[in-house]
């Protein structure tokens, strides 16, 4: 199996963090997400841990709330002492409303408003990762108007071109995030920064990219920020105390996945930062990172009713689920792979060939292809594994369908940590 929370029981039917899969979709219904705690808190713990031991003193991971978001994350983010990356007004209200410690909290986002700007310091988020020049003025000026000093990090794209999908690669030059080092402007714009009155200037950010499995996309970064930095201060004198290197760590979706350890890439980043700071003679900021697929993806799975087992003679076979792009949009937006497993029936010879379909008006409305089962029957449970990041968070209700539920499991408890969207849902805001 391809993570250690998933197993199959003595009816052959598939367990997830200790539970029957099979019993889990007949009690809630499906489609349904549900997610292990216990993983949430492990991976967590070993980032925080893996810190604690190679990162200067101060480092600290944040979770990238984007992966997956409601109420109940923010208040685990909070038991386990794990600072929080947020995106938008509603990820910081959500966080909020949870008595989520906002000095903990880091404001992203390529294009902030003044709106958000100004709600973000009501809310007195920690730290604002500033985007642009536009952004740093009006950064300035919201926090001149309330009396503040905001601290801030500025998004650098440091000009690297991971091998992930074009769309989740980031670090790029031609990128819409944050400011080109290459091009110059990034130094430009420190030079404007240091004469800001209302900015406590911390330090520098990038992200280069998601679902990275190698430490060389790091090395590379590492190694272009510590010049950059050297640069920045030989020019302005100005050292930073943070350097965020975002997030992006790989996990697996399928068995040709490699499985990494955090605990070791953190490792191998520390030893790229110290070679880096020799080379450069500038001493380690504070590391930041922002995991945020790699703490939750494979603390999810989704289950799914199958609903017509459709073969076209001499073409080939649809199995049609009760959910699709609409609770997980990623086959649609990436090609993204995924293991896909017949809950009720794990154990059985699979020999039968299907692409997995949603039920959207959408030809393009496809979990996965070229899947092999067991040759499913009507009303039997799917489950496609490691749906725990940018699952229920970048779904949708197209085709007014609703959202389904995400159930929670730990070692004591099961529970509804979101609820399932409802028909009246669905036209809440209709006048
Ligand atoms: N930090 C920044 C600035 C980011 O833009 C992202 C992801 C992260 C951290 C977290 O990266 P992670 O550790 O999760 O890879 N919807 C796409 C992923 C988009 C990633 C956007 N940024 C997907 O489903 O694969």
């Known amino acids: 199996?391809?993570?250690?929370?998933?197993?199959?029981?003595?009816?052959?039917?598939?367990?997830?963090?200790?539970?029957?899969?099979?019993?889990?979709?007949?009690?809630?219904?499906?489609?349904?997400?549900?997610?292990?705690?216990n993983k949430i808190r492990e991976h967590m713990r070993e980032y925080k841990a893996a810190f604690e031991k190679y990162f200067p003193e101060g480092s600290c991971p944040e979770y990238a709330s984007k992966a997956f978001s409601c109420k109940q994350i923010y208040r685990i983010a909070a038991e386990e002492k794990m600072n929080?990356?947020?995106?938008?007004?509603?990820?910081?209200?959500t966080a909020m409303s949870t008595g989520y410690p906002m000095e903990n909290c880091f404001f992203h986002g390529n294009n902030k408003t003044d709106e958000d700007i100004e709600f973000a310091m009501e809310a007195k988020v920690g730290c604002i990762v500033a985007d642009s020049e536009?952004?740093?003025?009006?950064?300035?000026?919201?926090?001149?108007?309330?009396?503040?000093?905001?601290?801030?990090?500025?998004?650098?794209?440091?000009?690297?071109?991971?091998?992930?999908?074009?769309?989740?690669?980031?670090?790029?030059?031609?990128?819409?995030?944050?400011?080109?080092?290459d091009t110059n402007q990034a130094k430009e714009t420190v030079g404007k920064?240091?004469?800001?009155?209302n900015i406590d200037f911390a330090g520098f950010h990038c992200h280069i990219g998601s679902q990275i499995f190698e430490s060389g996309p790091f090395d590379l970064a590492s190694e272009l920020m510590f010049r950059f930095?050297?640069?920045?201060?030989?020019?302005?004198?100005?050292?930073?105390?943070v350097l965020n290197l975002g997030g992006g760590f790989g996990v697996r979706y399928i068995d040709s996945d490699p499985k990494i350890s955090f605990a070791e890439k953190i490792a191998e980043i520390a030893k790229i930062l110290e070679k880096q700071s020799k080379a450069f003679g500038i001493e380690i900021p504070k590391i930041a990172m922002e995991?945020?697929?790699?703490?939750?993806?494979?603390?999810?799975?989704?289950?799914?009713?199958?609903g017509s087992v459709k073969e076209i003679t001499g073409y080939k076979n649809y199995v049609s689920i009760d959910g699709g792009m609409t609770d997980n949009p990623r086959y649609t937006l990436y090609e993204s792979p995924y293991t896909v497993i017949l809950a009720t029936r794990a154990n059985d010879e699979k020999d039968f060939c299907a692409t997995i379909a949603g039920r959207?008006?959408?030809?393009?409305?496809?979990?996965?292809?070229?899947?092999?089962?067991?040759?499913?029957?009507?009303?039997?449970?799917?489950?496609?594994?490691?749906?725990?990041?940018?699952?229920?968070?970048?779904?949708?209700?197209?085709?007014?369908?609703?959202?389904?539920?995400?159930?929670m499991l730990n070692d004591k408890d099961e529970y509804i940590a979101?609820?399932?969207?409802?028909?009246?849902?669905?036209?809440?805001?209709d006048i």
């Open 1 to 37: 199996m391809i993570c250690d929370n998933l197993s199959i029981n003595e009816k052959g039917h598939l367990v997830f963090a200790g539970r029957d899969t099979v019993d889990l979709a007949q009690k809630y219904g499906t489609p349904l997400y549900v997610m292990d705690e």
């Open 84 to 93: 929080i990356d947020v995106v938008s007004c509603g990820e910081i209200y």
């Open 134 to 181: 536009e952004e740093l003025f009006a950064i300035n000026q919201i926090a001149k108007q309330k009396g503040i000093t905001q601290k801030i990090l500025l998004r650098v794209t440091p000009g690297i071109d991971t091998h992930t999908h074009q769309k989740i690669s980031t670090g790029n030059v031609d990128s819409k995030f944050g400011i080109a080092i």
């Open 193 to 197: 920064i240091l004469k800001l009155q």
């Open 229 to 241: 930095i050297k640069d920045i201060k030989d020019t302005y004198g100005y050292t930073p105390r």
């Open 291 to 306: 995991p945020g697929r790699s703490i939750v993806a494979d603390a999810g799975l989704t289950l799914y009713s199958v």
């Open 360 to 407: 959207c008006c959408e030809e393009g409305d496809v979990i996965q292809e070229n899947v092999m089962l067991p040759k499913p029957k009507r009303n039997e449970i799917l489950a496609v594994l490691t749906t725990g990041a940018y699952n229920y968070s970048m779904a949708s209700n197209y085709n007014r369908v609703p959202r389904p539920p995400v159930i």
């Open 418 to 429: 979101v609820k399932r969207e409802t028909l009246e849902d669905i036209c809440a805001l």
